[in-house]
Each structure stands twice: as C-alpha cells, then as structure tokens.
C-alpha cells in the first residue's frame, strides 16, 4: 500500500488549497478513503471520510461548509477542496485507507482506518 499526498503550502486566512492524494498498492475503488491532520502538540483528528462509491460522506464539524471530499476510482485519487482556510486548519493532512473492505458503518472512527501516507504540510497564516 503506497499513499502519496500533495498540494499542501502556505495561504492566507480566506484562501484555498487542494489536496491530492494518489493510491497504488491496493484497489482503491473497494476502501473507503479519509483525510486526517494533526496540528502541532495535538492529536490526529478525523477531517472528512468518504465511502466507496461516494455515497456516505462525513465531515468534522470544525470544517463543514468549508472543505469538500471526493475521489475518482477510475484514477486512485482521494481528494480534499479546502475553502475559507483558517489560523485553526494549520496542520499535517494525511489521507489514511479504512482497514475493512465490507464494513461501511465506522467511517467516522480514526482507529479504522490502518494505512497513512506520508503527510502533506498546510499552513494557514498572514
């Protein structure tokens, strides 16, 4: 299993980013798919999740209305449209592939997802 993300940098409060995340080493289009960061001296935080075929979506709710999740199975990309960044989003984002290739109902649970990349630095400052 190989995560590899991108398009993480600086920006100022109000502006976007966009976060890719390409899969190789396991069939994407059968794993449910999430972005998680940490910001530093702090926990991973589960930032958004999105089912297989896209039809069960969740968001943290420090990010709703704000961040946008998808993924194209045809191409093995997980991405994440951030709008709005604020001081607050300033972290590592890391997609992480969920552990159970059947199960759809713990989506919103970190400790089910068992695969990181690498991380992809995002800071949000003037």
């Known amino acids: 299993v190989q995560l590899v993300e991108s398009g993480g940098g600086l920006v100022q409060p109000g502006g976007s980013l966009r976060l890719s995340c390409a899969a190789s080493?396991?069939?994407?289009?059968?794993?449910?798919m999430s972005w998680v960061r940490q910001a530093p001296g702090k926990g991973r935080e589960l930032v958004s999740a999105?089912?297989?075929?896209?039809?069960?979506?969740y968001y943290a709710d420090s990010v709703k209305g704000r961040f946008t999740v998808s993924r194209d199975n045809a191409v093995n990309t997980l991405s994440l449209q951030m709008n709005n960044l604020k001081s607050e989003d300033t972290a590592v984002y890391y997609c992480?592939?969920?552990?159970?290739?059947?199960?759809?109902?713990?989506?919103?649970?970190?400790?089910?997802?068992?695969?990181w990349g690498q991380g992809t630095q995002v800071t949000v400052s003037s």
């Open positions: 992480g592939k969920y552990k159970d290739r059947y199960r759809m109902d713990e989506l919103e649970t970190l400790g089910w997802y068992d695969q």
């Open positions: 080493g396991f069939t994407f289009g059968h794993y449910a």
């Open positions: 999105i089912s297989t075929g896209s039809s069960k979506i």
